[in-house]
């Protein structure tokens, strides 16, 4: 009977083939755009090519995966989030 191994990184993300989604989404367009070289062309050295460029940008992004390498973005939050109503005293003539 097989065994199946539990999923005990849920928080890191979700991984196809060792990809992030991102990543994974990179990597299904390069190989869409290289079956499209493939049925255009009639050259044996675009298809040897194709192949090579495909599996040579896979182990860039696994690379690129593991060191998970992160953007500085700017905090759009702030850091903390309150209901409380603040002291705004409203000025009324009568």
């Known amino acids: 009977m097989k065994r199946y191994e539990v999923y005990k990184n849920?928080?890191?993300?979700a991984m196809i083939w060792g990809l992030p989604i991102s990543l994974f989404a990179m990597m299904m367009l390069l190989i869409l755009g290289s079956l499209?070289?493939?049925i255009f062309s009639f050259s044996l050295w675009?298809?040897?090519g194709a192949f090579l460029l495909n599996g040579t940008?896979?182990?860039?992004l696994t690379k690129i995966?593991?060191?998970a390498i992160t953007l500085n973005i700017v905090k759009i939050f702030p850091k903390i989030i309150?209901?409380?109503k603040e002291n705004i005293q409203y000025y009324v003539d009568y």
Do not use: E
Request: charged letters at 25%.
């Open 10 to 13: 849920i928080r890191k993300g």
């Open 36 to 38: 499209l070289i493939i």
């Open 46 to 48: 675009v298809i040897i």
């Open 57 to 60: 940008f896979y182990i860039v």
């Open 65 to 67: 995966a593991r060191k």
């Open 82 to 84: 309150s209901n409380k």
